[in-house]
């Protein structure tokens, strides 16, 4: 099992960038697919990017391709957002999944932190 807590958010202006950070605890956390999904206010939760095991693989919604930017240590995975978008508003989730793969379904992931909220003001 992988407990996993968010930083890094808050309040940003259009086009700045902000870095999450997502702190797992755990032994086996090195097996883990992780990835970072958001909710916007009243809507559902979406797939925002991923990482495989090794981290030889990242993979990213359309909406953020060559904005943000997933990677992964020994026991964190953070997401570097640049050019920030008022519709990139949410609510920020880390999530683990026990498999080595590309997942892009919250149903794929096993193990979520408690999120942090990001507001891009216009």
């Known amino acids: 099992q992988v407990q996993l807590v968010e930083s890094g958010g808050g309040l940003v202006q259009a086009g700045g960038s902000l870095r999450l950070s997502c702190a797992a605890s755990?032994?086996?956390?090195?097996?883990?697919?992780m990835g970072w999904f958001r909710q916007p206010p009243g809507k559902e939760r979406e797939f925002v990017a991923g990482?495989?095991?090794?981290?030889?693989n990242t993979y990213y919604a359309d909406s953020v391709k060559g904005r943000f930017t997933i990677s992964r240590d020994k026991n964190t995975v953070s997401l570097q957002m640049n050019s920030l978008k008022p519709e990139d508003t949410a609510v920020y989730y880390c999530?683990?999944?026990?498999?080595?793969?590309?997942?892009?379904?919250?149903?794929?992931?096993?193990?979520w932190g408690q999120g942090t909220q990001v507001t891009v003001s216009s």
């Open positions: 990482i495989n095991r090794s981290g030889g």
């Open positions: 999530a683990a999944a026990r498999w080595d793969g590309t997942y892009y379904y919250t149903s794929a992931y096993d193990y």
């Open positions: 755990g032994r086996t956390f090195s097996s883990y697919t």
